[in-house]
T-cell receptor, first 113, second 109 residues
């Protein structure tokens, strides 16, 4: 069974540019989460999808971040325009049910210069 | 607010036992999870506690006391491959998880 896959694994962009991160959850997992870890800090919740619907987006830092999950399959997280403080590792995770263990992807290391 | 504390780093010797503590304060509780993360890799699930007591799974055990807001992960018969970060995470509701900063465990020969 394929795990959660994220693309790209690394992205280096300049301040003001746009970046789109992609996550393919495990097939059949309705729940998809985005988390991020900035340097030296804890992994923080960004948002939660149930199928194509945003269940909770209370962790999204501001309106420069836009997450979508068209068709309830893969998800994208767009940062536009990127700022220096957006640098960090963005993790995607999925689970078959809302209460239960998360299956994580390896993350996208985003560096904004 | 939500607060989850765990030690930043620990060192132990191969073959020994190590206990990684986690204390938490969250509004709501639907379970406590432990994840293992090797450098550059995805966090992987280790254990889940929702009721008080000890859950044992091979060399790894996890304990929970809800009244004290306390958990620990116990690793026995340490192996070099156990060198990793261990993340404590609390789920206050069904939508999200709050993570501690992680404990980096160094296993020495």
């Amino acid at each position: 069974e394929a795990g959660v896959t994220q693309f790209p694994s690394h992205s280096v962009i300049e301040k003001g540019q746009t970046v789109t991160l992609r996550c393919d959850p495990i097939s059949g997992h309705d729940n998809l989460y985005w988390y991020r870890r900035v340097m030296g800090k804890e992994i923080k919740f960004l948002l939660h999808f149930v199928k194509e619907s945003k269940q909770d987006e209370s962790g999204m830092p501001n309106n420069r971040f836009l997450a979508e999950r068209t068709g309830g399959t893969y998800s994208t997280l767009k940062v536009q325009p990127a700022e220096l403080e957006d640098s960090g590792v963005y993790f995607c995770a999925s689970s078959p049910q809302a209460q239960g263990k998360l299956f994580f992807g390896s993350g996208t290391q985003l560096s904004v210069l | 607010g939500q607060n989850i504390d765990q030690p930043t780093e620990m060192t132990a010797t191969e073959g020994a036992i190590v206990q990684i503590n986690c204390t938490y304060q969250t509004s709501g509780f639907n379970g406590l999870f432990w994840y293992q993360q090797h450098a550059g890799e995805a966090p992987t699930f280790l254990s889940y506690n929702v009721l008080d007591g000890l859950e044992e799974k091979g060399r790894f055990s996890s304990f929970l006391s809800r009244s004290k807001g306390y958990s620990y992960l116990l690793l026995k018969e340490l192996q070099m491959k156990d060198s990793a970060s261990y993340l404590c995470a609390v789920s206050p509701n069904f939508n999200k998880f709050y993570f501690g900063s992680g404990t980096k465990l160094n296993v020495k020969p």
